[in-house]
């Protein structure tokens, strides 16, 4: 945060070429962290036609009455449907990012945000992968099976760019799951007009955000200067000690506002900070994705 860094675009060129430098060891992270992860024979767990059951839920008007289970109804009088486990292979999009915002690490973390976005893409690719789902990063590799998925993505990610908005578009089909990572410091509204897109493209998005525990903690003081990683302007602080109360109440308003638009949307919200381990990270969106698809489509 000293006075005369490099211009914006100049640093922004740079973090690029620093980071697709440190591919080949964060693919080996990536490998190291799915290693410890078990995803399952199926993958993921979805109601649908199959032969395994899954779940009773409550029946809904003009279903087939052969869909109902009479002697689970017969309980406590409330007509009861069996859904089947679904083991089709499903389509899952892959998106982490890269923009300049998640350049940052503090002290306080092991690796800057934009490594750890790109360590979890790569194991979750691998680990997805080896369940037989097809698997791609909107714009840069088409959605495919296979056991090789993170040496692909990690050679994409060599040879081309990045998309810098969400994946709510084309070539997203309707039921696909779409990971995004990253730190979502942009505008609710931002958000909320995203969160829209993906209802009508019925996509299922799956949201973890990646902070650096000293964007939760604060923990500066004195004479200090900030500057704003996507524009390259600075904001210089007499007393930055002064500010930490009122930025972490913004800040946490920020995230419940996410979670807010997220939970209405019928979307999965989750937090993951660079100082903790990845498998952690890792552990969360493979809950997600296991989770029941059911969703609202009023974003």
């Keep these: 945060m000293a006075a005369g860094a490099p211009s914006h675009h100049t640093g922004s060129v740079a973090d690029a070429r620093s980071l697709a430098a440190r591919l080949p060891d964060l693919l080996v992270a990536a490998h190291r962290v799915a290693a410890n992860a078990m995803f399952g024979s199926h993958g993921r767990r979805r109601p649908g036609t199959g032969e395994t059951f899954w779940q009773y839920r409550s029946y809904q008007p003009g279903e087939p009455a052969k869909r109902i289970d009479w002697r689970r109804s017969a309980r406590d009088h409330h007509l009861f449907v069996r859904e089947r486990e679904w083991e089709a292979v499903q389509t899952v999009w892959l998106w982490p990012d890269l923009s300049p915002s998640m350049r940052f690490r503090s002290r306080l973390a092991t690796q800057e945000k934009a490594e750890r976005a790109l360590i979890l893409v790569l194991a979750l690719a691998e680990l997805l992968g080896r369940g037989g789902e097809r698997v791609g990063i ?36 309707p039921l696909s799951d779409v990971v995004i990572v990253s730190d979502f ?54 007393r930055a000690d002064l500010l930490k109360e009122g930025y972490r109440a913004r800040l946490l308003a920020h995230r419940d506002e996410i979670a807010r638009l997220a939970q209405r949307a019928g979307f999965s919200f989750s937090v993951h900070h660079t100082d903790r381990p990845a498998s952690e990270g890792l552990l969360v969106l493979q809950s997600s994705l296991a989770g029941p698809s059911e969703r609202r489509l009023s974003a």
């Design 138 to 173: 909107p714009g840069l590799v088409p959605a495919r099976p296979g056991r090789d998925l993170p040496e692909r993505f990690a050679e994409a990610f060599l040879r081309g760019d990045l998309a810098e908005d969400w994946p709510t578009t084309a070539p997203i089909k």
């Design 185 to 238: 410091l942009t505008d609710p509204e931002t958000i909320h007009d995203r969160f829209r897109h993906a209802g009508e493209k019925t996509a299922r998005l799956h949201l973890l955000q990646i902070l650096d525990p000293a964007e939760e903690t604060f923990p500066y003081g004195g004479r200090l200067e900030f500057e704003d990683p996507e524009t390259g302007g600075t904001w210089l602080a007499e």
